[in-house]
């Protein structure tokens, strides 16, 4: 079997010669799902020179056109050969799989909206090495921010086991900071670790010897509580999405050019987001131990200096986690716009001081997004529920000259986001 592809642009041809049987089905397979990766999901699979085709090779047929549909692209199987025809006639497949070659082209960019909008509430945007679309959700509330804690306390090895906080976080909350699921504080001080929540679904890195990322969802009665140390939690509803992917296919957006669109957008207003985005290599760190654990209380109280921060926080010197699917949770702001109270929280996440903020990871298995609109709640819970749960980061920019990691990088996906008003 040989396979090549040509690029119209909003649609790939991929043209395949030979037998698909059982011996290439699955290479074909491979090829198409890396092509998706990349961003192609609309697909017209010709079948012209396809001389054979066994019930393997109708299973990759069957299974991509199920993977593009529901993520709302598009794959086809055009100008099959006499041989081929006559199997999918057979198999009653014609009528599912088989379309003129035009049927690919995008008719409207919009018409996966599933929304009502004027013009005037969808922008798109191609410069810095983007191209996207940004929604006007019709908010006008800002979102609503409560601050647990203080970050201040865990650099300087003050906090203590009766400083716990508990949240609850239920569908209507987004938080992230140092803290454990479930328990009481007494039960959870030695896995004190990264968390985040979004919407009634919550992730955890525990610390110590409990290093498996763990999560909990809202069900019926049931509400994800964590005890934490500290934490950002706000609340309400988004004033705005925007869908994000690298203006040449395959290409890597900087996580600095995806916040800094977000920030453009809201007219440099502090704000607070969820990221769901396909990966191209994460930056960031995690506890190894709890600052709350027994082994701690003893440790060299200059936790994050060097040497002793090696002990500490665990940390890859490259970026990791490519070729996933990450949902993120952050607080992001212009410095001269950032209020004071939010200072402490924030930390340079661009080249420049003046990009500053505080964002949580978690990191799941693998697939691809639908394109056009996306809702929130069914987006993170499909995650959640059909995906495992890998790590939960603290994502940093790594700015140092020569050895630095530098800065996350996603490939596509997509933010929702609003300005942050008052302080609770």
Same mark, same amino acid.
């Given at each position: 079997?040989?396979?090549?592809?040509?690029?119209?642009?909003?649609?790939?041809?991929?043209?395949?010669?030979?037998?698909?049987?059982?011996?290439?089905?699955?290479?074909?397979?491979?090829?198409?799902?890396?092509?998706?990766?990349?961003?192609?999901?609309?697909?017209?699979?010709?079948? /012209?020179?396809?001389?054979?085709?066994?019930?393997?090779?109708?299973?990759?047929?069957?299974?991509?056109?199920?993977?593009?549909?529901?993520?709302?692209?598009?794959?086809?199987?055009?100008?099959?050969?006499?041989?081929?025809?006559?199997?999918?006639?057979?198999?009653?497949?014609?009528?599912?799989?088989?379309?003129?070659?035009?049927?690919?082209?995008?008719?409207?960019?919009?018409?996966?909206?599933?929304?009502?909008?004027?013009?005037?509430?969808?922008?798109?945007?191609?410069?810095?090495?983007?191209?996207?679309?940004?929604?006007?959700?019709?908010? /006008?509330?800002?979102?609503?921010?409560?601050?647990?804690?203080?970050?201040?306390?865990?650099?300087?090895?003050?906090?203590?086991?009766?400083?716990?906080?508990?949240?609850?976080?239920?569908?209507?909350?987004?938080?992230?900071?140092?803290?454990?699921?479930?328990?009481?504080?007494?039960?959870?001080?030695?896995?004190?670790?990264?968390?985040?929540?979004?919407?009634?679904?919550?992730?955890?890195?525990?610390?110590?010897?409990?290093?498996?990322?763990?999560?909990?969802?809202?069900?019926?009665?049931?509400?994800?509580?964590?005890?934490?140390?500290?934490?950002?939690?706000?609340?309400?509803?988004?004033?705005?999405?925007?869908?994000?992917?690298?203006?040449?296919?395959?290409?890597?957006?900087?996580?600095?050019?995806?916040?800094?669109?977000?920030?453009?957008?809201?007219?440099?207003?502090?704000?607070?987001?969820?990221?769901?985005?396909?990966?191209?290599?994460?930056?960031?760190?995690?506890?190894?131990?709890?600052?709350?654990?027994?082994?701690?209380?003893?440790?060299?109280?200059?936790?994050?200096?060097?040497?002793?921060?090696?002990?500490?926080?665990?940390?890859?010197?490259?970026?990791?986690?490519?070729?996933?699917?990450?949902?993120?949770?952050?607080?992001?702001?212009?410095?001269?716009?950032?209020?004071?109270?939010?200072?402490?929280?924030?930390?340079?996440?661009?080249?420049?001081?003046?990009?500053?903020?505080?964002?949580?990871?978690?990191?799941?298995?693998?697939?691809?997004?639908?394109?056009?609109?996306?809702?929130?709640?069914?987006?993170?819970?499909?995650?959640?529920?059909?995906?495992?749960?890998?790590?939960?980061?603290?994502?940093?920019?790594?700015?140092?000259?020569?050895?630095?990691?530098?800065?996350?990088?996603?490939?596509?996906?997509?933010?929702?986001?609003?300005?942050?008003? /008052?302080?609770?």
């Amino acid at each position: 079997m040989k396979v090549s592809w040509n690029d119209h642009g909003d649609w790939l041809e991929i043209r395949v010669s030979g037998l698909l049987d059982n011996d290439s089905a699955e290479p074909l397979s491979q090829q198409m799902n890396e092509l998706i990766r990349g961003g192609h999901h609309r697909l017209m699979l010709n079948l /012209s020179d396809v001389s054979y085709l066994s019930s393997a090779g109708i299973s990759t047929l069957l299974k991509t056109h199920k993977q593009l549909v529901a993520i709302r692209g598009f794959f086809a199987v055009c100008e099959p050969s006499l041989a081929v025809a006559e199997v999918l006639r057979l198999t009653r497949l014609d009528q599912i799989l088989v379309r003129d070659a035009d049927a690919a082209q995008v008719r409207n960019p919009y018409s996966s909206t599933m929304l009502v909008m004027s013009a005037d509430d969808i922008t798109t945007f191609a410069d810095d090495g983007v191209r996207g679309t940004t929604y006007s959700l019709g908010v /006008s509330e800002p979102l609503r921010l409560k601050r647990h804690g203080d970050p201040q306390r865990l650099k300087e090895r003050a906090v203590s086991v009766g400083e716990g906080n508990v949240l609850n976080c239920d569908k209507n909350s987004f938080a992230l900071g140092l803290g454990a699921l479930g328990g009481d504080l007494a039960e959870s001080h030695d896995r004190m670790g990264e968390f985040l929540a979004i919407g009634g679904a919550t992730a955890h890195q525990p610390t110590g010897g409990h290093r498996a990322a763990d999560f909990q969802m809202e069900v019926g009665d049931f509400v994800p509580q964590v005890q934490a140390l500290y934490a950002l939690q706000f609340s309400g509803e988004f004033s705005h999405l925007m869908r994000f992917r690298g203006r040449q296919e395959s290409a890597r957006v900087p996580l600095s050019v995806i916040l800094q669109k977000m920030l453009t957008a809201l007219n440099g207003s502090t704000l607070g987001f969820v990221l769901v985005g396909e990966s191209a290599g994460l930056v960031g760190t995690s506890l190894k131990r709890s600052p709350l654990s027994d082994s701690s209380a003893e440790a060299d109280r200059g936790m994050f200096e060097h040497p002793s921060v090696r002990d500490w926080l665990s940390y890859a010197p490259e970026r990791v986690h490519d070729r996933t699917l990450v949902a993120c949770v952050g607080v992001i702001g212009n410095s001269a716009k950032v209020p004071s109270s939010l200072r402490p929280w924030l930390r340079p996440l661009g080249v420049e001081d003046s990009l500053q903020g505080h964002v949580h990871a978690g990191v799941f298995g693998y697939r691809p997004l639908k394109r056009g609109f996306l809702e929130l709640a069914s987006t993170v819970r499909a995650m959640f529920e059909s995906e495992s749960l890998q790590a939960v980061l603290h994502l940093l920019h790594d700015r140092r000259s020569i050895t630095g990691a530098g800065e996350s990088e996603f490939t596509g996906g997509a933010c929702w986001f609003g300005a942050i008003g /008052s302080e609770e």
